[in-house]
C-alpha cells in the first residue's frame, strides 16, 4: 500500500501528472484529446482552483484579444501570470504563444507577458492566412506538418530565449525558454502527437523538481 505521502502513479509505474488547458475560448478539446494520448490527466482550466491543481498548462489558439478579455473577465490574469512565473510549464500555440509574450505590437489589451519576446499577429497577412509546412524542430529527429492559421511570428527574441524552428526564410515560428514553449502553429489539428509528448516530458521534469524541493 502505498502511504499517504506517495504520489499517485500511472500504469507506467511514472507518477501520474495532471495538464491543463485553458478553456476558454478556442480548439482546446484538440489539446485535451492529444494529451489524453500521453497517458496524462488533462483537465479543463478555466477558475482559480483548476489552474492551481496543474503540473503545466497549454494556452491553445483562439483569438488572443477574447481569450485575454475573458482571462480578466474571470480574475485570472494575475494569478496565472503569477503560476507561470513561479515555474508552471506553460505552452502557447499561436493565440496562446502571442498571449505568452510581453511585446504585442496592435494588441488591445495586455498580454501574460512571461516570455521576453515581440511577436507580430497575422504575420503571413490576409492572402495566405492558412498554409502547411514541413518545420524541422529542435528536439524531434523527423520534421512535423505544421498548420498555421492566421499565424503570429516571433520577430525577438530576448535573451534566454531560443529558437526552436525556423521557416525557410528565417521567420521563427516556435521558440522555448525554461519551462516555457511557445509555437505559431497548430501541432494539435494533425495526428502528429510528437510535440505534446515533449511538452509532457518537460511537464514531467519540473513536476519532480519541485517534488524534490519540497520534501528537502
Ligand atoms: N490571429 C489570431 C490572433 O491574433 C491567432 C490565430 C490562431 O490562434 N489560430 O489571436
Redesign the pocket.
Known amino acids: 500500500m502505498p502511504s499517504a505521502a506517495t504520489p499517485p502513479t500511472s500504469e507506467s509505474g511514472a507518477p501520474s501528472l495532471r495538464v491543463g488547458v485553458l478553456a476558454l475560448q478556442?480548439d482546446f478539446a484538440e489539446h485535451l484529446a492529444m494529451l489524453r494520448r500521453q497517458g496524462v490527466e488533462a483537465v479543463e482550466v478555466r477558475t482559480l482552483d483548476q489552474l492551481e491543481a496543474c503540473d503545466g498548462l497549454i494556452i491553445p489558439?483562439?483569438?488572443?484579444?477574447t481569450i485575454a478579455r475573458l482571462l480578466a473577465a474571470f480574475d485570472l490574469t494575475e494569478p496565472l501570470r503569477d503560476r507561470i512565473r513561479a515555474g508552471l510549464p506553460t505552452w502557447g500555440t499561436?493565440?496562446g504563444a502571442?498571449l505568452l509574450a510581453d511585446d504585442v505590437p496592435g494588441l488591445d489589451r495586455e498580454p501574460l507577458g512571461v516570455m521576453d519576446m515581440t511577436v507580430e499577429?497575422?504575420a503571413f497577412g490576409r492572402q495566405v492566412q492558412s498554409f502547411e509546412a514541413n518545420l524541422d524542430i529542435d528536439g524531434l529527429d523527423a520534421p512535423l506538418r505544421a498548420v498555421f492559421?492566421?499565424?503570429?511570428v516571433f520577430t525577438r527574441l530576448g535573451r534566454g530565449v531560443r529558437a526552436l524552428a525556423t521557416l525557410p526564410d528565417g521567420r521563427i515560428v516556435a521558440a522555448g525558454q525554461g519551462h516555457l514553449l511557445a509555437t505559431s502553429f497548430?501541432p494539435e489539428l494533425t495526428e502528429d502527437d510528437r510535440l505534446h509528448g515533449l511538452f509532457v516530458a518537460l511537464c514531467r521534469e519540473y513536476a519532480s523538481v519541485s517534488s524534490q524541493a519540497r520534501a528537502s
Not at 489558439?61 to 484579444?65: D, F, L, Q
Not at 492559421?149 to 503570429?152: E, H, K, L, S, W
Request: net charge positive; aromatic share 0%.
Open positions: 478556442g489558439g483562439g483569438e488572443s484579444t499561436c493565440a502571442i499577429r497575422n492559421i492566421r499565424a503570429p497548430h
